[in-house]
């Protein structure tokens, strides 16, 4: 099963930018993506190594939000910098961006082999690219033992300029590709997150594609500004209503009535057996995310 560990709001901070990496301690994302790639300027790659390594050396909680870095792709010659350097400063993640085939993460794996072996960081693939689109399950399943892959994490401003497709509201256009994308993470077993939200003003739109997003089956959704967190965290979250109606089902089949029947009536309803088990998964995330919410207010 995907991880029970909450990554409901996933923000972007460029690398490079003081001031906004300065407020992370005080924000409730769930993963801070430390940005080296498309947020950083050429010319600023090596100013944003630095800092980012700066802030991975400072002291961490555990239960802090996962600080998980996106170093420049392999083939522009910044990302074995990017790696050799937040590597050894004990990143949760990587994230690898324009990954195409499963030999790109294989490459990535090398390299860590032989510069830092002991690490301990989870491999997160960004699928943007149409080669990665149209077959990502090769790439979800491209497991290892040195940095597992937990998370894919769609870009869809890379995408739409790959395939020449329009992101419109609504997203009619890539709803297949993104559903493709998500059955590949679910057959592999790991998390899957939602693509941006370019328009930082239109807090409504926003709050509707989360709840769309929820709705499709994403665990979370990527943020580029502190103002989407909080909706972000809301829609991914499992709601009162399902909660309660999950503990309502979890425990039917214990029953001693019911314990020899693959299917029973609840308040009306069919019940099977898939839907009682079905229901821990969001029993697990909302104590999972009652842990998150209780840390954060800590940090305050
Ligand atoms: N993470 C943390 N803090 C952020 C932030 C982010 N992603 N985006 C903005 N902030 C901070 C700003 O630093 C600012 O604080 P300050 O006044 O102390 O400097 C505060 O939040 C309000 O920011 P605001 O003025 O509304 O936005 P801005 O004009 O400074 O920045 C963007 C707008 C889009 C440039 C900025 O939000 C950003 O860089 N986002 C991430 C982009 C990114 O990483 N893209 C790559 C992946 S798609
Ligand atoms: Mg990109």
Known sequence: MPSSRPRRSVLYVPGVNERALAKLPGLAA???????????????????RER?????????????????????????????????AVLPAAPDGILLPKVAVPHDLAVLRAFARAECPETGAALWAMIETARAVADPLAIALAQDQILP?????????DLSVAL????????AAFLPLMMGVLAAARAGEIDVIDAVYNDIADAEGFAEECLFAADCGFDGK??????????????????????AAAEAIAGLFDRPENRDRGVVAHEGRMVERLHAEAAGRPLARARAIAARAEAVTRDI
């Open 222 to 243: 990527t943020l580029i500004h502190p103002a989407q967190i909080d909706a972000a965290n809301h829609a991914f979250a499992p709601s009162n209503d399902a909660i």
């Open 30 to 48: 769930d993963v801070v993506i430390l940005d080296l790639e498309d947020s950083v300027a050429p010319q600023m790659k090596a100013a944003a």
């Open 149 to 157: 892959l937990t998370a894919l994490v769609l870009g869809l401003n």
């Open 164 to 171: 020449g497709t329009r992101l419109r509201p609504g997203r």
């Open 52 to 84: 980012v390594v700066a802030l991975l050396a400072m002291p961490r909680r555990d239960d802090g939000p996962e600080l998980v870095v996106r170093i420049n792709a392999l083939a522009d010659g910044e990302g074995e910098a990017d790696l050799a």
